[in-house]
T-cell receptor, first 114, second 112 residues
Framework: DTAVSQTPKYLVTQMGNDKSIKCEQN?????MYWYKQDSKKFLKIMFS???????INETVPNRFSPKSPDKAHLNLHINSLELGDSAVYFC?????????????FGPGTRLTVL | DAKTTQPPSMDCAEGRAANLPCNHS???????VYWYRQIHSQGPQYIIH???NNETNEMASLIITEDRKSSTLILPHATLRDTAVYYC?????????????FGKGTHLIIQP
């Protein structure tokens, strides 16, 4: 069974559209994350979320919003897509507290904005 | 998080031990050394972590110098599937709630 899964794997869309990427983890973890990897391969944290707290990287535009219907899911909604949003987006999860640095990543979603 | 320095790339022959260095001269007493890798087109994968003692698991060994200012990740018998970018990350325990900070890493190429 896949520990952290994301859908879709590839997403091609037009500028200005609104899209969502789904993430699910079956590890029983209570903290989930979204990372962005740009064309230069730099991997940067966007959000971390557990049932108590959302931590947002201050560089993330408010067009991006995480939504968690339950502890096992953290979806990423993106409004008014821009060309610069093209990247690979990775979801991850971890146990909390002392174990939060051991993170398990999904396979990624490659977003292309035309 | 303490700053880390890694060589941008390294080659290693298949079947030999791959030794990946990482400098973290500003590491604090409560900061751990973590290693992740990213195989092409895949998500990052946790490898190992340690505080001051050497650590070993099924994937690798981690050797941390006595002054903790540098460390070496050892893949004992490298295979072609170990070709990846390896990231050394230093952070305090439990600091991951605000996400991991990935640098440029070392691109390890295993040669047949």
């Amino acid at each position: 069974d896949t520990a952290v899964s994301q859908t879709p794997k590839y997403l091609v869309t037009q500028m200005g559209n609104d899209k969502s990427i789904k993430c699910e983890q079956n590890l029983g973890h209570d903290t989930m994350y979204w990372y962005k990897q740009d064309s230069k391969k730099f991997l940067k944290i966007m959000f971390s979320y557990n049932n108590k707290e959302l931590i947002i990287n201050e560089t993330v535009p408010n067009r991006f919003s995480p939504k968690s219907p339950d502890k096992a899911h953290l979806n990423l909604h993106i409004n008014s897509l821009e060309l610069g949003d093209s990247a690979v987006y990775f979801c991850a999860s971890s146990r909390g507290g002392h174990f939060s640095d051991t993170q398990y990543f999904g396979p990624g979603t490659r977003l292309t904005v035309l | 998080d303490a700053k880390t320095t890694q060589p941008p790339s390294m080659d290693c022959a298949e079947g030999r031990a791959a030794n990946l260095p990482c400098n973290h001269s500003t590491i604090s007493g409560n900061e751990y050394v973590y290693w992740y890798r990213q195989i092409h087109s895949q998500g990052p994968q946790y490898i190992i972590h340690g505080l001051k003692n050497n650590e070993t698991n099924e994937m690798a060994s981690l050797i941390i110098t006595e002054d903790r200012k540098s460390s070496t990740l050892i893949l004992p018998h490298a295979t072609l599937r170990d070709t990846a970018v390896y990231y050394c990350i230093v952070r305090a325990s439990g600091g991951g709630a605000d996400g991991l900070t990935f640098g440029k890493g070392t691109h390890l190429i295993i040669q047949p």
